[in-house]
């Protein structure tokens, strides 16, 4: 079970990526990202998305899930699903990269991963909370996925939060 965050991350802010594809966070984005190591995991989230993690975070996730697809592999109930174990090892082994903040704030975007983002040398990106990470948006795919969420966010939080 992942242990809760020590504050929630939450804000927004908009940012160039500069002509070397670094973007400087927020201060208090950066450290929340970042464990006392300097280590934070960079991860393709969803078309035009972003997430930074801190690495025990994300590891501990990623740990936790594939201690259970093991059992099941064990247990021999994925011999039908091995097209989809594939599938998944796939993305896994694409899904994330580890990245140093220089100077505490600035992380470098790796050249896979800014396909993935689809922002250009000297665009503008969205930084954004999402309460245990900072995800990187594109602009326009920020808009639509806030245009999508916007109208269900009371109930949403009654929800989480009832």
Same mark, same amino acid.
């Not at 934070?40 to 991860?43: D, K, N």
């Not at 939080?157 to 009832?162: E, I, K, R, T």
């Given at each position: 079970?992942?242990?809760?965050?020590?504050a929630?991350?939450?804000?927004?802010?908009?940012?160039?990526?500069?002509?070397r594809f670094?973007?400087?966070?927020?201060?208090?984005?950066?450290?929340s990202?970042?464990?006392?190591?300097g280590q934070?995991?960079?991860?393709k989230?969803r #078309?035009?998305?972003?997430?930074?993690w801190?690495?025990a975070?994300w590891?501990? &996730?990623? @740990?936790?899930g !594939?201690?259970? /697809?093991r059992?099941?592999?064990?247990?021999?109930?994925?011999?039908?699903?091995?097209?989809?174990?594939?599938?998944?090892?796939r993305l896994?082994?694409?899904?994330?990269?580890?990245?140093?903040?220089?100077?505490?704030?600035?992380?470098?975007?790796?050249e896979?991963?800014?396909?993935?983002?689809?922002?250009?040398?000297?665009? #503008?990106?969205?930084?954004?909370?999402?309460v245990?990470?900072?995800?990187?948006? &594109?602009? @326009?795919?920020? !808009?639509?996925q /806030?245009?999508?969420?916007?109208?269900?966010?009371?109930?949403l939080?009654?929800?989480?939060?009832?």
């Open positions: 079970m992942p242990t809760p965050p020590e929630f991350i939450t804000g927004e802010f908009r940012r160039a990526m500069d002509d670094r973007l400087t966070l927020p201060a208090e984005f950066a450290s990202v970042t464990d006392s190591a934070t995991i960079l991860a989230e #078309d035009g998305c972003l997430s930074l801190k690495a975070d590891q501990m &996730r990623v @740990d936790d !594939l201690s259970l /697809l059992e099941k592999i064990r247990t021999g109930r994925m011999e039908q699903r091995w097209t989809e174990v594939q599938r998944l090892g896994l082994s694409t899904r994330s990269a580890e990245v140093k903040l220089a100077n505490r704030s600035r992380v470098l975007i790796p896979g991963f800014r396909e993935f983002l689809g922002v250009e040398k000297g665009g #503008d990106v969205m930084i954004v909370g999402a245990v990470c900072v995800e990187i948006w &594109r602009p @326009d795919a920020w !808009l639509e /806030l245009r999508a969420d916007m109208p269900g966010f009371g109930e939080f009654n929800s989480l939060s009832g």
